[in-house]
């Protein structure tokens, strides 16, 4: 009988522990991740993307996003406005937020986030372009801030969302002089909707939920997890058993997601496919066909973008805007580039070939391409070779050198010796505003100057230069809008930097797992997103 007593003790207490762990299972919110990048639990410590996927849990941004188009939109300021000169920004935060300590969300916070940022030690995306933004900032009350910046910025608000980086980051003054960088770093509190529980390096990320209604959306799952899974096939594995919720994916693992039962999460607007020619205005590279601007063309005109959305993208990709464009970007009239991409960016074999012998080369010539793919989106290497077989067909005998980003980096810095007169494979990631992608890659002064540098800048690099300081100076709202139109319009017609696709950010999501959501346009990380998904029952798919 005793036997017998402590058998049935022991079932029902292995029957309610397991109990217990299911229903602990269905309160955590598990999303399984390719790469969880420095994994510093510190803004000012990190550097770029994946940062927002365990970022944004923690800590709101001083600008947040436009939920349903995309780009900014309101964060924990509410609202803002530039003063008459241009030279002022004033911040107006909402009231009653707090940090999980419970101590509440100030200006003084602001102003110190701000230059906690700029700090000599921060290696943070942006830390030197704010460094180089900013001459001083005003506490005019405990909701109110006031940035005073060097000069005329017009899109100085954009730069504090996560939209683009995460120099707006919100972090607790009094919490972080009380205990000090290191411990800030391993105990990190915020004002966001989830609290830091617990980071392993190279493993996982634990979250658990505010317990009080949050502006960003009350998450309903007591836990979120993210869990560092760098295979794809495992990351699939674990959402078709329900081990994850979502799991981070890449085109080509949509046909295995669909037939698994699982349901597909595209975001769309979060990176261009391009291509583009370096140094053509070099000394050295006279005589070459890459110069004349009737080759650039033919060689786009050539290209078959539906082809390569539908075979390589498998249909989960959209048609390119002009260069640095999206859908929700803002001081350009978008009519005009929609129309644009529908014509200029065709699929016209016959009159790439006539441009080609207009310009003397009927027969074709030789290029050199370097097919290359960025961390997150490694599908960039088969564009580059549906490109360059699309190339071939126009005659053009391409010298295909593909190679890791860890080996192309380094070689676009500098004087650029090896990329001189030949094409590359390259992204652009998605951001409200396209000035300063352009200004990156296009100006004398940008990192890759592929129109000219600053001791070789031949006319159309000088015009490139005008067109984004008239974009950049005015304070006039209609005024600059008209200069981004002829910013882009430079860039399109240079055929230098050539837009292939827009990509998409790709998700497997186990339906059973977690309810129906809807992302950011233009945000692949879904570190903003956790808080508003719900639970299947709440939401189910369609």
């Known amino acids: 009988m005793r036997s017998v007593a402590l058998g049935l003790a022991l079932f029902f207490l292995v029957a309610g522990a397991v109990t217990m762990a299911t229903a602990a299972d269905t309160d955590t919110l598990v999303i399984a991740l390719d790469t969880l990048g420095a994994q510093v639990m510190d803004p000012i410590a990190d550097t770029r993307a994946p940062h927002a996927h365990y970022h944004a849990p923690i800590w709101d941004s001083l600008v947040g996003f436009d939920l349903d188009k995309g780009g900014i939109g309101p964060g924990v300021a509410e609202r803002w406005e530039r003063s008459a000169d241009g030279k002022a920004w004033t911040f107006h935060l909402r009231k009653g937020l707090r940090f999980h300590n419970g101590d509440p969300v ?79 770093r391993e105990k990190p509190i915020g004002s966001g909707p989830w609290k830091f529980v617990r980071s392993v390096p190279g493993d996982r990320i634990d ?115 002009p260069f640095t464009v999206y859908r929700y970007s803002i001081d350009l009239t978008l009519p005009r ?16 070939k006539k441009l080609l012998a207009e310009a003397g080369y009927p027969n074709g010539f030789r290029l050199t391409f370097w097919n290359t793919a960025l961390p997150g989106t490694p599908f960039m290497v088969q564009i580059g070779e549906a490109v360059a077989g699309f190339w071939e067909k126009l005659g053009v005998k391409v010298d295909m050198k593909t190679v890791e980003w860890g080996v192309f980096d380094p070689m676009t810095r500098g004087e650029q010796k090896n990329l001189i007169g030949t094409a590359s494979m390259f992204r652009t990631a998605g951001r409200p505003e396209p000035s300063p992608r352009y200004q990156g ?13 600053p001791n070789n800048c031949p006319a159309l ?74 639970r299947p029952e709440q939401k189910p798919w369609p």
């Open 207 to 321: 979250f658990e939920a505010v317990d009080y209604p949050h502006w960003r959306g009350t998450p309903q799952f007591k836990r979120l997890t993210l869990l560092l899974i760098p295979e794809q096939s495992t990351r699939l594995a674990m959402v078709r058993t329900g081990e994850a919720a979502i799991a981070s994916i890449g085109p080509d693992a949509l046909k295995d997601v669909r037939a698994g039962g699982m349901k597909v999460v595209t975001v769309p607007g979060t990176m261009q496919a391009i291509y583009q020619f370096w140094g053509l205005y070099r000394p050295e590279v006279k005589g070459s066909p890459l110069t004349d601007v009737r080759v650039r063309e033919a060689l786009s005109l050539s290209i078959d973008r539906q082809q390569i959305i539908d075979h390589v993208m498998a249909k989960e990709a959209r048609w390119s805007l």
């Open 106 to 184: 100030t200006a003084h916070d602001v102003k110190f986030s701000l230059e906690r940022i700029m700090l000599p030690e921060s290696i943070s995306s942006g830390a030197a372009a704010l460094r180089r933004a900013v001459d001083r900032i005003e506490v005019v009350d405990d909701l109110t801030v006031r940035v005073h910046t060097k000069g005329v910025i017009p899109h100085y608000a954009a730069s504090l969302s996560r939209a683009v980086f995460m120099e707006g980051t919100v972090m607790p003054k009094k919490y972080i002089e009380a205990v000090g960088t290191k411990g800030f």
């Open 461 to 534: 690099c000088q015009e490139a230069d005008k067109a984004y300081e008239a974009v950049v100076s005015e304070r006039d709202d209609a005024k600059r809008l008209a200069a981004t139109d002829r910013m882009i319009d430079l860039a399109a017609k240079s055929w230098t930097v050539v837009p292939i696709i827009e990509g998409m950010g790709y998700w497997a999501v186990n339906p059973k797992r977690v309810g129906y959501f809807k992302p950011i346009p233009g945000r692949h990380e879904f570190g903003d997103v956790a808080e508003r998904m719900p």
């Open 441 to 453: 890659t296009l100006t004398s002064k940008g990192v890759q100057h592929l129109l000219g540098d």
């Open 337 to 352: 580039w929609e129309d644009w991409s529908k014509t200029a960016l065709r699929y016209d074999l016959p009159r790439a």
